[in-house]
């Protein structure tokens, strides 16, 4: 016969019943971790593409930022190159 401690069935049946009530607590443990690993995975995607985005948009704006300078440098350019026209202009009819 088996003694009565504490935690412990008295019956084989008793027996049986805890350990497939343990197997099913631990496949439904398994199941929820895996479930929580996989909800973290997809943050931390999310996250990810967040971040990329993020750098995508700023790369953007220095691109356009870029642009904008060098079409203010051609700009400038275009006025230099007129001012020397008009000096030399200016110096041959000094002469």
């Not at 631990?26 to 995975?41: G, I």
């Not at 948009?57 to 007129?82: A, C, G, H, N």
Request: aromatic share 6%.
């Amino acid at each position: 016969m088996m003694e009565k401690d504490v935690g412990t069935p008295y019956t084989p049946a008793e027996h049986l019943h805890q350990l497939r009530k343990l197997l099913r607590r631990c496949k439904e443990d398994m199941f929820w971790e895996v479930l929580q690993s996989s909800v973290a995975t997809e943050q931390e995607q999310r996250a990810w593409r967040e971040s990329a985005n993020e750098d995508f948009k700023i790369d953007r704006q220095e691109r356009k930022e870029s642009q904008e300078i060098l079409v203010v440098q051609e700009q400038m350019i275009k006025v230099m190159e007129v001012q020397t026209e008009m000096l030399q202009s200016l110096i041959t009819a000094s002469k």
